[in-house]
Structures are given as structure tokens and as C-alpha cells.
């Protein structure tokens, strides 16, 4: 590394990079945090008014805003059952095939597919009348399940959950698959002559040298989960009866739909600190025991 | 192909990373067409100084002048030298005519003059049919060469050369040695070799540096740095097996000095040997060392290494090491007591207390 | 006898596993494709077979005469722009981060992963202000500047990452050979790490191709609409048209498909790079 004191060198290569995130994310962080302490004019001329911690305080009178929140935390927990579990067991599995690639490359399609497509052809699949779920379960003897997935309040929050859990257990796999392909596989041959059998292996070396693998999971899924938009946007729009009402969803129609722009402002900074106080509980949490 | 030839001056050099000073003011003379190695063990500070000279790195203090340009300050490609890395750095992306052009390119030099040094270096070094070929596909020596190759074709002031053969298996190195050496020989451009292999140092140059903890702890000759080591780290250092050290004091007899280890024991020494003193150490080469029943030196038999070529002796002696090399194929069984003797022109005395050579 | 027997339900179990993810993973694009070929009558009776007559007809119908080719122009060119600053942007920043030791260098780097979990929706609304103040709501300028935001700190992650892994004597030779900052990024390290730009950019291309958020508040005039918008703006108004819903998904997802299989590896070390530290 070459020292630069005193010199442009370094900032000059940086400055276009960091000129842009500052107008486009410092900046705006600011902003939204600065709005939130203000509440629209009486009209559309007129200024907006200071209200110190008005649309915090009515945040935490706003039902919906914490049905929602509790919508995403069940994302949250959904997400890591579900395809990150899958994802890890389909890579330990995958990990000494030598079609570990294609079949890698085939989970990993579905991650391609934009959430809103994945959002639109699922919302066929659980489509009460012509739907393949549905046709599929009277195929095979258990009609009576069938319903309107999405439509029925008790079960659109996990069918719409399902349809992200299918767009990221292709990401979850290849990625532990990188991580269990990093392991040294003299370790699981010294084990075995130990007397080690699998599930001990599994549980004893597979899972902590993961472990850095599991915490970057981790925190892209609580990230991904708590800011998740697309598609509960497109396949049911928060509905029936805000039954899947999440966040960012609420958020984009308080202040696109209503104009509540600095009630939204404030929603957006909650949601923001509570994605950095969990990633970084999860990351301290991890390096703590190390 | 003769390049230009200058003196690099090292005057005060001091270099800290942090808390730990590597350099605490070196000075170094090196004189036009020397071939000079740095010697030492890793984090002398010898690949630090060769990279200040280079302008890698930068000094904290002290200056640097090649020719009669003083260059502390300047950009590395302002100062007109080459370097060879011990990892090659060829670009990888680039076949070996390009690696070996690229500095010219950068210069702008006209296209016939870029090919015309390329293929006088290529000549040099056998090259000439791997031109068109992409690093990885060339065995380590001819990425060595290559590597040689895009120093010699800007016809630096000074070659600087970063253990350059300690990537290679030991047959190689032999051979690239030679060719080093033949290279300097054709061209005469003052050289800075960085390495911690004796061999080299004692085989290729004109002189040696020993470095120790940021300071220069000699320079001379090879031999002169093998004959006379100036205190107990370059006696120590220099040499393969190492010197063997024993602790005593200096005391009169009847004929002179002699030498009387700690376990009471009198080595004779010669004429020129100091008056008696306080404590000092002994150091004898495992060479020197001359099997003797009724030697002066002993020791109990540990192993007996025969490498075909000669015997090498390990014994344990007053709770130390001592290693004994002869040219004959002796047989001893472990525990056995052995006798040496010495030469007394052989033994070299050091100061107790600070290590320096005593007068000897 | 009952550890043969425990290993071959073992080899069953995980080979049926992998194949069942298999399906699930091909059968909602196998069924984006069949849809869009069906008729509406065919679609309610024939659910997972192919189509007995393929309406081939329905692509000339939603790319030319409802003048989706414009989507899809709209689309390349966002996804294009985009990566091409991004990589530009991310390379110049990653070579200061990889190469210099500086002033500052720590906390700049703290504030450009700080930049990784910050997401469209925190910053939103001051985007949309700043978009309109400017006048760039419902703008091509307006739809690229926010969304490269979006993918920069990665972006300068992921290079940084890479342009460490070049070999520092690498760097030092190229200094020796004469080369100037510019030299030394254009002709040293950016040849050398093309590998990795080709991940950054299918990795970006991808993103920007399938976001949302940003073109559904930026976006509102149809002749400015990437796919994803036009998409659900279709959908909107042919709610029940369900063919040509998938006919639009099909196009939306084809050059992707093309783009996925062509770079293969490209994608795998983009995903991963990102997660291996």
C-alpha cells in the first residue's frame, strides 16, 4: 500500500464516489430524519410547521404501523425458517456432487426472476380457480385444503411469504455452498478417524466454521426481510384486511397516496433504526463468542 | 548491451511503520557497476531499504541519491530504476513481449526502438521464442527471466532485485544464479540484491550488508564478512552450519592468553591474541573443529550425520550445542565422549557483554 | 446390513430432496411460459401441459401493437446506463481504497458499507423532493441518478475486495515501470480484475433491471416505464388478460435468462464475493 500523506491522489479517485452517495444517501438520510420533525402547512402554500416529536409519538398510537412491523418481523423469522434453512440443506447436500453447479445454477434461477414477476405467476399459481396449487392438491387426494390462498387472511401472509422464500433459497444455497467449499476437507477426514459421524460433523465443524457465511445471512435476510416491498406490493397490496400490510408498503401509500410525507418521513427513520439495531445486535452477537 | 552505471548513496535512513522503527539510520555507499547483496534475517529491514530506494516506500528521514540526483522524494519512476520481485509481478493479462515493453510503451518510446530492446534482452536471456506466450503459460524460470528481461530492456541506473529466486526449486536457483551473475557481468549496471540465503550472498556479490534490527551490522567482502565477522550476530548469521559459540574468559599462561571455558577447560591461543579480561565468547566454525582425543574441546556424541560429502558431529557440551565438520566418514555411538582441538587462528573472540570482534 | 439400508434411504431422501427443488424452481417460469401461449379457455382447463395451439400470436401483440418495445428499450438503457456509471464510479473509489494508505481512509470505507444497508425506503421521500425540485420526476436522468445510489456501496465493496487481491509487487512493478495513477488503474488493474467487473456488472445489470420501487414513484409516464413498471401498469388494466400478463413477464425475462446462462460464473462470483469477506 503506498503512503499518501499530503496527498490528492486517493481523494481524487474517491471524490466522484463519495460526492454521489452523499447526494444520494447521506443526504437524504438527513433529510428524511430532518422532515420528520415537521408536519405539512394548514395549506399547500404554506410553510411546514416544527412538531418536535408529534409523528413519532402518533407512530406509536398507530395500530397499522405496528401490525405492520409485526408483519415484518414474521417476514424476518419466516425467511430464516424457510429458505435460509432450505438453502443450507441443499448445499451441505449439493457439496460433494460433482453436479454441485448445475444444480446450483438451477435453484439459483428463480432468484433472477424480478419479485414482481415471481409476484404475478404466483399469484396464478395460488389463483382459487385455475390455479396449479390448488389442482395440484385435488390431483393428489387433498382437495379439501384447497382455498384462496391469498385472498384468506389467515393464510396470505405465509403463501405471500412463500413466494419470496422461493426467489432466495437459490441465493441462500450458493452462497453456504462457497462457504462449505472453504472448509478444508482434511478437518471432516481427521473427525471421521475420530469417530465423528455425520450429524456430529455437521453440528460440531460444518456449522461454526460457517459461521461467518451464517452471520452474512443473517443480516441480508433481516435487511432484505424488514425493507421487503415488491411483492407483497403487487400480489396483494397489504390486504385482504391488512393482513399482510408490512412497512414499506404502508409507508409508500401514506406519503404517494395521502401526501403524509413527514409521518411517512418518520415511519421510514423507525424502520431504518430497527434494520441497524438488529444487523448489528446479529454481528455483535457473532463476533462476541468468537 | 552496456547500461549507465552510478553510485547510490544511503545516508540516515531511518523508516518506522507505527510504533516499530525498522530502519534507525543506515548508511550505505554504493559504488558504480557494484553488485551489492543485503543480507539478513527476515525483518532486518532490508526489503524496507530496498524498497525506499526504489520509492515504494518513503523514508521518515535521510536521504537517497543515485548518481548525483538526490532522489528521496521523487516518484518511483522518476528515479530510473528496475526492480525484480521475488513473485515476478508479471501482469498476467499481458504476453511477454508486452511485459517486457510496457515500461518503454508508457515512455512513448518509438515502436522500432521498443523492438529492437526487447529482442537484444530476449537474446540475452533466451527468450526469443516465448515472446507470444501469456505468463501462465511459462515454467518459474522462464518467469524468472521474463521478469529479468522487462528490467534489463529499460537499461535502469540501478537493478534492485527482491530475493528473486526463492520462489525456485534448488536446481534453478543454482543456474539462475550464474546467470545473474553473467547478466551483471555484460552489463555492468550497479545491482541491490535482497536476500536471506547465504549461498547467494556469499556467491554473488561483490559485497555484502549484513542488517540486523534496522542497523547495518557489517559490510565487506564475502569472504572478508565470513573471515572476520565484525561482532557475534554476523559470525552467527553469516555461515552454514553456524558458527558454534562458547562462553569463558580470557586468561595469562605460561605461553600466552589462552581461553578458559566456563567449565574450566584452557584453549591455547595465539600470539596476537588479546590481554586477559573479563568474559568474552569463542566462536570456532563446525570446519574448524579437528577431531582429537586429547583435544581441549569435548563433548558427548549426540548424532552423526554422514551427507556423503562429509560428517557432520553433534554433540552437547556444557549444556550447549557443538557441531563438528569433517571430510572423513567417522562412526560414533550416542553418548560417546569426542575430542577436538583447534587451530588457534580459528577461533574467534567476542566481547562478552556487547559482542563486538575483539582485536584477534 | 442396516447401515446399507440407513445410507441407501439416505442417497433416496437427499436425491429425491434435490430433485423436488428442482421442480419447484422451474415450474413457476415453465408455467410463465406456457401461460403466455395459451388462450383464456385453455388456461382454466389445460393447467400444467403445454399449450395445444401455441398463440405465438401474443408477442407481435404486446411488443408492437400495445408498443411494449418501448419498455423494453427503456429497460436496457436504465440497466445499461446504470452499470456502466456504477462500475466506472465503484473502480475509481475501490483503486483509492485498494492502493492508498490515507488520511481518513477508514472512516470513508465505514461510510460506504454504511451505504449497504441503507435501503430505497429510508430515502425515499427527500429522493422524490430532490427529483422534483430538480425537475427530474418522469425523466430518464431522473430514473438512473437515484437507483446507481442504490448499488454504489456494494459496488465499492465488491472492488475494493478484488482490487486487495491483486498482488501488491503487481502494483509496485507497474509503479516502477512508470505508470501514472490513471496508467496503473486502466492498464494494470482493471484488465487484471475483469473477472470481477463482469460479475459487478451482470450482478448491477440484473438489479436495476428487476427493480421496482424507484421506477413506480419516478416513472408515472408510460413512454418512460422500464418493463418492471410497465409490467404491473399492464396488469392494471388487463387484470384478467392473463396471457398477455405472462407474454409481458416472458419478454421482461428472456434477455435475463440469456444474460444468466451466458454468465454463469460471472453471477456465482458476484453472489459470493459479496458474502465472503
Known amino acids: 500500500m503506498i503512503d499518501a500523506r499530503g496527498r490528492l491522489g486517493p481523494y481524487l479517485f474517491l471524490g466522484p464516489a463519495i460526492l454521489y452517495l452523499a447526494i444520494w444517501v447521506y443526504y437524504p438520510i438527513a433529510k428524511n430524519f430532518y422532515l420528520s420533525f415537521f408536519t405539512a402547512g394548514a395549506s399547500r402554500s404554506d410553510a411546514p410547521q416544527f412538531v418536535g416529536l408529534a409523528n413519532y409519538q402518533r407512530l406509536l398510537s398507530d395500530d397499522l404501523f405496528f401490525r405492520a412491523l409485526m408483519h415484518n418481523l414474521a417476514w424476518v423469522a419466516l425467511s430464516i425458517v424457510i429458505p435460509v434453512v432450505i438453502g443450507l440443506v441443499l448445499a451441505v447436500l449439493l457439496v460433494e456432487r460433482r453436479a454441485r453447479l448445475f444444480y446450483a445454477a438451477v435453484f439459483f434461477l428463480p432468484v433472477t426472476v424480478a419479485p414482481i414477476m415471481a409476484a404475478i405467476v404466483w399469484g396464478w399459481i395460488y389463483n382459487p380457480t385455475f390455479g396449479a396449487l390448488n389442482q395440484f392438491l385435488a390431483v393428489v387426494g387433498l382437495g379439501g385444503l384447497a382455498q384462496p390462498w391469498l385472498a384468506d387472511p389467515a393464510t396470505a401472509l405465509v403463501a405471500v411469504n412463500m413466494i419470496g422464500s422461493w426467489g432466495y433459497y437459490g441465493f441462500c444455497a450458493l452462497i453456504f455452498l462457497a462457504g462449505l467449499q472453504g472448509i478444508d476437507p482434511e478437518i471432516y477426514d481427521a473427525a471421521r478417524i475420530d469417530g465423528a459421524n455425520s450429524f456430529r460433523r455437521f453440528w460440531s465443524i460444518t456449522l461454526p466454521l460457517l459461521k461467518p457465511t451464517l452471520v452474512f445471512v443473517l443480516v441480508y435476510t433481516i435487511i432484505g426481510s424488514m425493507k421487503f416491498f415488491d411483492i407483497i406490493y403487487v400480489a396483494t397490496k397489504g390486504g385482504p384486511d391488512n ?22 418521513a418518520a415511519m421510514s427513520m423507525v424502520l431504518t433504526a430497527i434494520i441497524l439495531v438488529m444487523s448489528l445486535l446479529v454481528i455483535r452477537n457473532a463476533t462476541r463468542r468468537t | 548491451m552496456s547500461g549507465p552505471a552510478e553510485r547510490v548513496v544511503v545516508k540516515g535512513v531511518e523508516k518506522s511503520f507505527g510504533r516499530t522503527q525498522v530502519l534507525k539510520g543506515v548508511d550505505l555507499e554504493i559504488d558504480p557497476r557494484e553488485f551489492v547483496i543485503l543480507l539478513g534475517p527476515s525483518g532486518c529491514g532490508k526489503t524496507t531499504l530496498l524498497r525506499i530506494i526504489a520509492g515504494l516506500e518513503r523514508s521518515d528521514a535521510g536521504e537517497i541519491r543515485i548518481g548525483e540526483r538526490r532522489v528521496d522524494g521523487l516518484e518511483p519512476k522518476e528515479r530510473d530504476v528496475a526492480m525484480v520481485f521475488q513473485s515476478y509481478a508479471l501482469y498476467p493479462h499481458m504476453n511477454v513481449f508486452d511485459n517486457q515493453s510496457f515500461s518503454l510503451r508508457l515512455r512513448r518510446m518509438a515502436r522500432t526502438e521498443i523492438r ?5 534482452a530476449a537474446q540475452t536471456l533466451g527468450l526469443e521464442k516465448l515472446l507470444d506466450r501469456y505468463p501462465r503459460q511459462l515454467s518459474g524460470g522462464q518467469r524468472q527471466r521474463v521478469s529479468m528481461g522487462r528490467a534489463i530492456v529499460r537499461s535502469p541506473k540501478v537493478f534492485l532485485f527482491d530475493e528473486p529466486l526463492s520462489n525456485l526449486d534448488a536446481q534453478l536457483r543454482v543456474h539462475m544464479r550464474g546467470e545473474i551473475k553473467s547478466l551483471h557481468h555484460q552489463l555492468g549496471t550497479t545491482s541491490i540484491y535482497v536476500t536471506h ?5 556469499m556467491t554473488m556479490g561483490d559485497r555484502i550488508v549484513v542488517m540486523n534490527g534496522g542497523i547495518i551490522e557489517q559490510i565487506g567482502s564475502p569472504l572478508e564478512v565470513f573471515d572476520r565477522p565484525k561482532n557475534r550476530f554476523v559470525a552467527g548469521f553469516v555461515g552454514s552450519p553456524a558458527m558454534n559459540f562458547i562462553d569463558g574468559t580470557l586468561v595469562g599462561t605460561s605461553s600466552g592468553t589462552a581461553f578458559r571455558t566456563t567449565d574450566g577447560r584452557t584453549v591455547p591461543l595465539g600470539p596476537s591474541a588479546p590481554p586477559p579480561g573479563p568474559a568474552v565468547t569463542a566462536g570456532i566454525r563446525p570446519h574448524h573443529l579437528r577431531l582429537d582425543p586429547t583435544g581441549p574441546i569435548r563433548g558427548a556424541a549426540i548424532d552423526v550425520q554422514p551427507t556423503g560429502v562429509e560428517t557432520i558431529i553433534l554433540c552437547r ?29 580459528n577461533i574467534h573472540l567476542f566481547d562478552g557483554t556487547s559482542g563486538e570482534r575483539l582485536a584477534a | 446390513m442396516h ?13 429425491g430432496l434435490l430433485i423436488l427443488f428442482v421442480i419447484i424452481s422451474l415450474f413457476p417460469v415453465y408455467l410463465m411460459f406456457i401461460t403466455s401461449l395459451k388462450s383464456q379457455a385453455e388456461l382454466i382447463q389445460n393447467v400444467f401441459a403445454l399449450p395445444r395451439n401455441p398463440k405465438w400470436g401474443n408477442y407481435p401483440l404486446v411488443l408492437i401493437e400495445r408498443s411494449y418495445y418501448r419498455a423494453v428499450i427503456n429497460s436496457l438503457m436504465l440497466a445499461g446506463t446504470v452499470t456502466i456509471i456504477t462500475i466506472v464510479l465503484s473502480c475509481l473509489a475501490a483503486y483509492a481504497f485498494a492502493v492508498y494508505d490515507f488520511v481518513g481512509r477508514q472512516l470513508l470505507f465505514v461510510l460506504v458499507l454504511v451505504g449497504l444497508m441503507v435501503s430505497e425506503v429510508s430515502i425515499l421521500i427527500p429522493v422524490y423532493m430532490l427529483l422534483k425540485s430538480w425537475n427530474l420526476l418522469n425523466s430518464f436522468v431522473g430514473l438512473v441518478l437515484p437507483q446507481i445510489a442504490l448499488g454504489l456501496s456494494f459496488g465499492i465493496f465488491l472492488m475494493t475486495t478484488f482490487f486487495l487481491q491483486v498482488p501488491k509487487d503487481l502494483v509496485d512493478a507497474a509503479r516502477l515501470d512508470g505508470c501514472t495513477d490513471l496508467q496503473l488503474l486502466m492498464r494494470v488493474m482493471v484488465p487484471v480484475s475483469i473477472p470481477a467487473i463482469g460479475a459487478l456488472a451482470v450482478i448491477e445489470f440484473l438489479w436495476t433491471w428487476n427493480s421496482f420501487f424507484f421506477p413506480l414513484v419516478i ?11 410497465a409490467i404491473i401498469d399492464f396488469m392494471g388494466r388487463f387484470t384478467f388478460n392473463y396471457e398477455l400478463v405472462a407474454t409481458t413477464c416472458v419478454i421482461m425475462f428472456v434477455p435475463i435468462l440469456i444474460l444468466y446462462v451466458l454468465t454463469q460464473r460471472s453471477f456465482r462470483r458476484g453472489v459470493t464475493m459479496g458474502a465472503v469477506k
Open chain 3, 219 to 229: 416513472a408515472t409516464r408510460q413512454d418512460l416505464m422500464p418493463l418492471s413498471v
Open chain 1, 243 to 264: 393482513s399482510t400490510q408490512i412497512v414499506a408498503v404502508y409507508m409508500f401509500d401514506l406519503f404517494i397516496r395521502q401526501g403524509e410525507q413527514h409521518y411517512a
Open chain 2, 317 to 345: 557440551w556444557n549444556s550447549r550445542d557443538l557441531l563438528a565438520q569433517t571430510g572423513e566418514r567417522i562412526r560414533a555411538a550416542a553418548g560417546e565422549q569426542l575430542g577436538f582441538s583447534v587451530d588457534p587462528a
Open chain 2, 116 to 120: 529492437d530492446r526487447v529482442e537484444r
Open chain 2, 197 to 201: 540465503d547465504q549461498i547467494e550472498a
Open chain 3, 3 to 15: 447401515a446399507t439400508f440407513n445410507r441407501l434411504g439416505a442417497t433416496l431422501g437427499a436425491n
